[in-house]
């Protein structure tokens, strides 16, 4: 097991430590003892096939899920001993772009924005216009603020999501796969984007994606995982060459390989009326 | 032995879901913060739920209230009691149709789009967003829809009484050539304010509480593709029209 | 929050058209507002039978409701039912020797009551009591009497 997840080139005290972790749905583990230390100011990528609980780990980590075992720090805090009142003000602290953007479909651009601003802060009516504002014209999209989010491309409402993520300034980003679905143009875009945010303000961040070939510009530090485990880890380049037979198999592609093709499903869950 | 598990879970099954529909009930009014936020949601709910479902309403209550008369004319000439149309017109309207019909045509017109809605901000991970951004989704999304429909199911209810008895002063008073007078004294001697009216009354308000209840539930426990959004709006039309005739027996039996 | 202007608009419309359609049905379509007024004064009768004559029903002088039914109780003395009901302060020139009967209004109507004024020349006061009365018509009785021809009432 891959223990040590610590880089020797990471020189100051991790933003986040994960020590152990296990998770389990039912009776299926989909985490199997996972440790990781992730440096402030990098970007770090979860890599792995669908299904393997990439999207488990960033749930863990923002606190919505609670491990089975094992421990997440934040900062030198436990999250899954954290009580829901003060879980919920540390959650200012972590901006989340989901797949697709999640914009509420009820509310326009500008309510979207404003949402988290209104439940977290008492800030008066005319500041949280500067604030949403500041953050359009930021991902350069001012002027759209009353639409709604069916109006917009894809591409637009990504960049509205990432405004509305971070707009309370959180000091840890999480993406799940941020780039699902778009074009080449505003893939660019929201990667620039994702990039110059994390240096202009500071932020750890951390994708989830299988989208290899679209990351790997981005991200300093990669994380491979597989069968629960981390398979494999190190900046993009290193990874590409790894001579390990799941990292390889998933960074290069191949059919063949110790990840299987064939998956068991589970149960289907009871249902009324069926 | 998973046979055995199975078939228990078949039986527990519908209980559970009661009891975990009635546990949403309860999440949904415990964290009921009255700001003008939260009423203001409600009340663009009410728009979007409640007075797009106006004209169907409107509509239906018309038709039915002319059918009802026609019928009624129909059998009481035979008797040489025509004039006791409005009395018949008025008793089954308030008592038994416009409830009923407004809560069923209400299940199918907005309590369907309100599942769906809710299905497909779980299905686009919506909901999740707002748990991530430690905004209680329940709150947000399920409370104004569900008090929007317990305030209009009975506004609603009420227009199509109104709508139906214009229909029937049309089809009496207009076509049949019945006495007006004799219209309208029937109804306002014959009609009780507080068995006939306000016992409508509180069954719309409950048939607008089960329809809401199970329209937002099932949205949101929907599974979140689009397949399980379409079980889930044809269960909420299924299952709330089945509880509003058993509501209506029970509330029937309690009232008179 | 420009954008809700409208919806805001649109929802209180049909909020105040709901109400009025409430309203209106309430005070055309039943018996609210068909109040005799505030100002009344309460007289009893008793009756062998009252049929179905329920709470709330008119009380009429040639047609022309005068008052309505309060309550109806039993006496547990003479087994007979005492109909309470108030009149309208405005019609206080009612004779104290008025009868009273149970009437029906159409062949399946509502019951009602029925005054007949006498021609004392003293007239009814709060709390006085109509003596000379009149059952309801029960239908069963009098198909009975027409089948059997039989003149004995019980009820006599």
Redesign the interface.
């Known amino acids: 097991m891959e223990d040590t997840a610590t880089s020797g080139s990471h020189s100051d005290a991790p933003i986040i430590r994960i020590r152990d972790l296990v998770f389990r749905r039912g009776r299926r583990t989909i985490l199997d003892g996972v440790s990781m230390n992730i440096r402030r100011g990098s970007i770090v990528a979860f890599m792995g096939p669908s299904g393997v609980g990439k999207t488990t780990i960033l749930r863990l980590i923002s606190g919505q899920l609670q491990p089975d075992e094992g421990s997440i720090e934040i900062n030198g805090r436990q999250i899954s001993s954290m009580p829901w009142r003060e879980l919920k003000r540390f959650r200012r602290n972590i901006g989340v772009l989901l797949q697709d953007g999640a914009l509420f479909t009820d509310l326009t651009v500008f309510e979207n924005i404003a949402t988290p601003v209104r439940e977290h802060t008492e800030l008066p009516e005319p500041l949280v216009r500067r604030l949403v504002m500041s953050k359009l014209n930021a991902v350069g999209l001012g002027g759209i603020e009353d639409r709604m989010p069916h109006e917009l491309s894809g591409g637009m409402a990504r960049r509205v999501a990432f405004a509305r993520a971070v707009v309370l300034d959180p000091a840890i980003m999480l993406y799940d796969e941020p780039m699902t679905g778009l074009d080449p143009i505003a893939v660019s875009t929201v990667r620039t984007l994702m990039r110059e945010t994390n240096d202009a303000l500071g932020l750890t961040s951390i994708v989830v994606t299988h989208n290899v070939n679209q990351m790997s510009q981005l991200v300093d530090y990669c994380y491979i995982i597989a069968s629960g485990r981390i398979a494999g880890e190190g900046p993009p380049g290193e990874l590409k060459n790894s001579s390990q037979p799941s990292v390889d198999q998933f960074m290069n592609g191949k059919v063949e390989g110790p990840i299987p093709f064939h998956y068991q499903p589970p149960d289907t869950p009871w249902g009324l009326l069926d | 032995m998973a046979s055995a598990e199975t078939t228990l879970n078949r039986l527990t099954g519908p209980v559970r879901e009661a009891g975990q529909c009635l546990m949403f009930l309860f999440r949904m009014l415990a964290g009921i913060r009255l700001n003008l936020s939260v009423i203001q949601a409600i009340l663009q709910q009410t728009y979007l739920i409640g007075a797009r479902s106006l004209v169907i309403i409107m509509i239906c209550g018309f038709f039915v209230g002319m059918v009802l008369s026609l019928q009624a004319i129909n059998a009481l000439e035979q008797f040489g009691a025509s004039d006791q149309v409005s009395l018949l017109v008025g008793k089954s309207l308030f008592r038994e149709l416009g409830p009923v019909l407004t809560a069923l045509l209400f299940a199918g017109r907005a309590g369907t789009s309100v599942t769906a809605e809710i299905g497909l901000m779980k299905a686009t991970n919506q909901i999740e967003a707002m748990e991530l951004m430690a905004i209680d989704p329940v709150q947000r999304i399920a409370l104004p829809r569900f008090m929007a429909g317990v305030i209009s199911v009975p506004l609603l209810t009420a227009m199509f009484n109104a709508l139906a008895i214009l229909g029937s002063v049309v089809f009496s008073i207009g076509v049949m050539d019945l006495d007006s007078g004799i219209y309208w004294s029937k109804l306002q001697t014959g009609i009780y304010f507080y068995k006939d009216f306000v016992g409508g009354l509180w069954k719309s308000l409950v048939f607008g509480g089960v329809v809401s209840l199970v329209a937002v539930y099932f949205g949101y426990s929907a599974r979140p593709t689009g397949e399980g959004v379409g079980t889930a709006t044809t269960n909420t039309v299924v299952l709330s029209s089945v509880l509003i005739l058993i509501f209506d027996f029970i509330m029937t039996s309690f009232l008179t | 929050?420009?954008?809700?202007y409208k919806?805001?608009l649109?929802?209180?419309?049909?909020?105040l058209?709901?109400?009025a359609?409430?309203v209106?049905?309430?005070t055309?379509?039943?018996?609210?507002g068909?109040d005799i007024g505030k100002e009344t004064y309460a007289i009893t009768a008793r009756f062998a039978n009252v049929g179905d004559l329920?709470d709330?029903a008119?009380v009429k002088i040639g047609g022309v409701t005068v008052g309505m039914v309060e309550s109806i109780s039993l006496d547990p003395v003479s087994f007979e039912a005492v109909v309470h009901m108030n009149l309208a302060s405005r019609f206080n020139e009612i004779p104290s020797d008025t009868g009273a009967s149970v009437l029906t209004?159409?062949?399946?109507?509502?019951r009602?009551i029925g005054l007949e004024p006498g021609g004392a020349p003293d007239m009814l006061e709060e709390g006085d009591e109509i003596f000379i009365t009149q059952s309801a018509l029960v239908l069963e009785q009098i198909i009975g009497k027409y089948l059997f021809n039989t003149n004995e009432d019980k009820q006599e």
């Not at chain 3, 649109?10 to 909020?15: M, Q, T, W």
């Not at chain 3, 209004?105 to 509502?110: A, K, P």
């Open positions: 929050m420009r954008a809700n919806v805001e649109a929802s209180g419309i049909f909020l058209l709901g109400i359609a409430l209106w049905l309430a055309r379509a039943t018996d609210y068909q329920r709330r008119p209004s159409g062949v399946l109507g509502d009602y």
